[in-house]
């Protein structure tokens, strides 16, 4: 059974510092690795989507890494503003045709002003 | 593009009453999952469909839950009868399917069972 781990499970850092979140998950036979972005009381933003045979995925000030091997993904955001508070869930599709989507718990964010 | 639509945005019931969630998916999205997420967790799956086919149930609860996708488009989720337990945030999402799965989540349906 696919699990997805999330560490921090809280982050504070001042605003315009550059930040790394974490996501790993047990079994690397994974198809996809997505990460999502949820605002209090909101439904999920997909942020980026990294297909298994790609190690990166970039947009704007956000770069999501993936190492299928060790069943990791990192989620890096420059230069953070407040903007950017919000909790940040990473989740793992296994295989293709089957399309399930486990999620992690996720890290809450909060940039400092 | 539309987005996922999701109703009632809340809902507040009693523990025993019934209660139902609808979600229309993006046009064109063959796949459709109903996802809860407890306070201070992740999503879980509960019921995934392609089209109107049932892919993935095996989380569902189905003494108490139930879902249907009518004509591959709309889905209803349905809690019946509610217990405590249940208050959550209910998520819909949809995906074209065929091994392309970005997925997109409506707003929720945040689910209190007093």
């Known amino acids: 059974k696919q699990e997805v781990t999330q560490i921090p499970a809280a982050l504070s850092v001042p605003e315009g510092e550059n930040l790394v979140l974490n996501c790993s998950f047990t079994?690397?036979?994974?198809?996809?690795l997505q990460w999502f972005r949820q605002d209090p009381g909101k439904g999920l933003t997909s942020l980026l989507l990294?297909?298994?045979?790609?190690r990166e995925q970039t947009s704007g000030r956000l770069n999501a890494s993936l190492d299928k091997s060790s069943g990791r993904s990192t989620l890096y955001i420059a230069a953070s503003q407040p903007g950017d508070s919000a909790t940040y869930l990473c989740a793992v599709s296994d295989n293709f045709g089957n399309e399930k989507l486990t999620f992690g718990t996720g890290t809450r964010l909060t940039i400092i002003p | 593009e539309a987005g996922v639509a999701q109703s009632p945005r809340y809902k507040i019931i009693e523990k025993r009453q019934s209660v139902a969630f609808w979600c229309n998916p993006i046009?064109?999205?063959?796949?459709l999952y109903w996802y809860q997420q407890i306070l201070g967790q992740g999503p879980k799956l509960l019921i995934q469909?392609?089209?109107?086919?049932?892919?993935?149930d095996s989380q569902l609860p189905k003494d108490r839950f139930s879902a249907e996708r009518l004509k591959g488009v709309d889905s209803t989720l349905k809690i019946q009868p509610a217990k405590l337990e249940d208050s959550a945030v209910y998520l819909c999402?949809?995906?074209?399917?065929?091994?392309?799965?970005?997925?997109?989540f409506g707003q929720g349906t945040r689910l209190t069972v007093v």
């Open positions: 999402a949809s995906s074209l399917g065929k091994g392309y799965t970005e997925a997109f």
């Open positions: 990294i297909q298994s045979s790609q």
């Open positions: 469909f392609q089209n109107n086919g049932v892919v993935d």
């Open positions: 046009s064109g999205h063959a796949t």
């Open positions: 079994d690397s036979a994974i198809y996809n």
